[in-house]
């Protein structure tokens, strides 16, 4: 069954607007939550002086709606804000990203940034990570090898056939890896020669996640010790 969520996407969208200060440069990530978020902040009394974007289409996006693109400079990080979709999030504001290919450019403006803001539909809230395949930035020149040590450790992965990142590499998309330490798993990934990123954001984790729901938005914040 094919289930519309874009409503619930555009409220969470909407709702996160009131986290950007006029004038200010903010991150911006990727996929089609994050669309919405461009579109909705472009129209509204709070458009940014610019921003600094994790794929070439929310480029491309930011651009046509009159949104200033620019780089990770020296002058601008850390940036005060972020915000970008999941999908996956579990209730320690943990991720997983990637879908959109775009993982890696994300990983790195949400830890130039001091606020990460998530914005996601209700269905992305899950108790555990790992439903959801993980995706790998990996070089192409390491993809056998990476291939071969995923399957070592009990994973099963499936490269994007005919995909190239932003960064001209290759993504696979693995099933089978227990990540119910996800800061762990995230490390361990991080440490196979040719491995770019992947898709756990677990040492940087969202701040805040905003969800859309049929009961109206909903904010999920880190639980005090
Ligand atoms: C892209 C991402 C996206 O944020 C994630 O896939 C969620 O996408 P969507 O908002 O379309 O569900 O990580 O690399």
Redesign the pocket.
Known sequence: MIVVREHL?CQAAEAAVAYVEPGMVLGV????????FVRVLAASDRRPRAAVA??ERSRVLLESLGISVVGLTGEIVPLALYV????EVDPRLRLI???????TR?KVIATASRRFVC???ES?LVPTLGAFPL?LEVVPFAVHLVEHELRSRGGAPLLRVGYETDNGNRILDVTGLDVSDPEQVERDLAGIPGVVEC?IFARRRADVVVIGTEAGPRRLMPQRA
């Open positions: 996407k990530g990727a996929g089609s939550t994050t669309e919405q994790a794929s970008d979709g999941a999908d990203k990637g879908a959109g290919g775009a993982l994300e914005i996601v539909d992305k995706p898709g």
